[in-house]
């Protein structure tokens, strides 16, 4: 594998993700995320980079009808410590949010305020990460969920430290957030799992964590985690892709399967492959799945092999983003969408990325590794850029009528930056909070209300509750109708379990419970599910409402004493 800073500097030089560009608040250029065999051709042969950054320089301008608005508006968060860049940022069941640094072993808890307010909201230091068999954990581009008992477990990092040379390591650790402690994680055990590195991960409906080694092949592997002895059951891996799925993202789907977009199985030629496969967790087997009506994997003679990514809508169907970094000659520089109806397995093809990205504006924006996320008004808010990466980003908005709206980039960075740079996350108040491996987080407002019937539905709760109790809650739809926010394949942040909320009727003051013992984390249309939670011990007496918030859709209020 290639393990060589030179592949690191040519992405940086070749691709605008400009190394040692100064961010505001500074944070060097962030290695990219690569598949393995990108970074080993890059590594053996440096003039591929060379090549391949000539060919997006001279990549045609394109039209694309597209429309332009304000959309939502951007808020900064109140500063917080300066660790050298916040990348994936993850919500905690109790509300709070988790970031961790991309160059060391720190992280860091942002709590929103009295009013539930994230943007000035206050920072606390949690534990470090461990330092696993002599080696200091400390991952970047990585596998993540938040585990039914409300544990963090992160597997796997494309790199380690500060260092810019790709490890694709097997280690990991899972946070106790109640005891502030990190615990490593041991691998899978067999040759399969020698690299995990960037692989995808995702929690089952039946809340069971499945994880994929990034660089199995023949066959390829995922494996289920045992969340009490923290052990590894092998379990079923796509047979139908070349047995390999590096650079692959996994989303879940309404009937609980779970789907991956293929990168690797096509004919020789400069196009990529078609073919999806569904995971079924009932048989623990994958199947093939319908074929996309574009290719959405870079075009294979541009050597990324990477894939944009796929959100799960309220409505039922899911949009996947194209990732066609437009250097293949003669080839459409367009980056195309396509949008998969789940209540009738089919796929059409949707709009094309406009065309308003590089330095003059006019070149096809693309989403190789770039975030997106479905809001609770059913628009998706997605960041792209042209060719891997270049500079700057732009930011939009992918509406229910599947048209595209540009709306305001954030206020800070996004000349600067690449689309690989940004992570979003759905917070429970409704708004997206941004991190750009800056210092400095941003949140994102929608223009719009929630959609009715997206949120979860509250079937019994109690009606009076007292500081640090232990509770049940039960009702449909708990986990929400869709995982919340994407990201390729690099990083996972899915919110689809349920956040209690209470807010007190006479102050307005806002507390959230800690809630664990996810029953399901399916997000079925109407999927009963149950929960348990434990009431802050500093919660203010008094009228009460208590409501469930899943991917920051927030159920009809419930009134609860707080005695």
Not at 198 to 205: E, F, G, H, N, T
Not at 280 to 296: E, F, H, M, Q, S
Not at 342 to 359: D, K, L, N, R, Y
Not at 398 to 426: C, M, R, W
Request: glycine share 10%; charged share 10%.
């Amino acid at each position: 594998m290639g393990k060589n800073f030179l592949v690191r500097l040519t992405i940086c030089l070749f691709f605008g993700a400009g190394a040692g560009a100064a961010l505001s608040p500074a944070f060097a250029a962030p290695p990219p995320p690569m598949s393995v065999p990108m970074a080993e051709a890059l590594a053996t042969h440096p003039d591929a980079g060379r090549g391949l950054a000539q060919a997006l320089s001279s990549t045609p301008a394109t039209t694309t009808r597209y429309v332009t608005s304000a959309g939502g508006t951007w808020t900064n968060v109140t500063p917080g410590p300066k660790p050298g860049g916040y990348f994936n940022p993850v919500l905690l069941t109790d509300g709070s949010v988790i970031v961790r640094s991309a160059s060391n072993k720190h992280s860091y808890k942002l709590t929103p305020d009295i009013n539930g307010n994230y943007a000035d909201g206050t920072w606390s230091k949690i534990a470090d990460l461990p330092v696993i068999g002599g080696t200091q954990y400390a991952p970047l581009y990585n596998a993540s969920a938040v585990l039914p008992d409300g544990r963090l477990i992160i597997m796997g990092g494309e790199y380690n430290g500060a260092s810019s040379t790709e490890v694709w390591t097997n280690l990991g650790a899972i946070y106790d957030p109640v005891a502030n402690f990190w615990r490593p994680v041991t691998a899978p055990a067999g040759t399969s799992w020698t690299n995990i590195g960037d692989a995808q991960s995702i929690v089952l409906p039946s809340g069971q964590y499945m994880l994929a080694s990034c660089c199995a092949y023949n066959p390829a592997a995922d494996a289920l985690l045992n969340p009490q002895t923290l052990g590894w059951t092998a379990t079923g891996a796509p047979r139908f892709n070349g047995d390999y799925q590096d650079e692959q993202g996994y989303e879940l789907l309404p009937d609980g399967d779970v789907l991956t977009i293929n990168i690797w199985t096509s004919p020789k030629s400069r196009l990529s492959p078609t073919n999806t496969g569904l995971f079924v967790p009932a048989k623990g087997v994958w199947i093939a799945g319908p074929n996309t009506p574009v290719p959405l994997s870079d075009q294979r003679v541009c050597n990324t092999y990477e894939i944009g990514p796929a959100v799960m809508r309220g409505d039922g169907s899911l949009v996947a983003f194209g990732a066609n970094t437009g250097c293949a000659k003669g080839g459409s520089p367009i980056d195309p969408t396509a949008i998969l109806d789940t209540s009738t397995m089919s796929w059409s093809q949707g709009p094309g990325v406009p065309s308003v990205c590089g330095a003059d504006s006019r070149r096809a924006c693309s989403l190789p590794d770039a975030p997106a996320a479905e809001m609770p008004d059913n628009r998706i808010l997605f960041a792209a850029s042209s060719g891997y990466g270049d500079r700057p980003t732009h930011f939009f908005e992918y509406h229910p009528d599947n048209v595209i709206v540009q709306v305001s980039d954030p206020l800070e960075n996004s000349t600067k930056a690449g689309a690989y740079y940004y992570n979003f996350l759905d917070l429970p108040n409704g708004q997206i909070l941004m991190s750009d491996f800056s210092n400095q987080l941003e949140v994102y407002t929608p223009p719009t209300p929630q959609v009715d019937g997206f949120a979860p539905v509250i079937s019994s709760a109690p009606k009076s509750v007292q500081p640090g109790g232990s509770y049940t809650i039960a009702g449909t739809q708990l986990g929400g109708l869709t995982q919340g926010a994407e990201y390729g394949d690099d990083a996972q942040m899915a919110t689809n379990y349920p956040i209690i909320r209470f807010t007190n009727v006479a102050t307005g003051h806002v507390f959230y419970a800690y809630s664990s013992g996810f029953t399901s984390y399916s997000i079925a249309p109407g999927a009963p599910s149950k929960a348990k939670f434990i009431v802050p011990s500093g919660i203010e007496t008094g009228a009460s409402t208590l409501t469930v918030v899943a991917n920051g859709a927030a159920s009809a209020p419930r009134s609860v004493m707080v005695q």
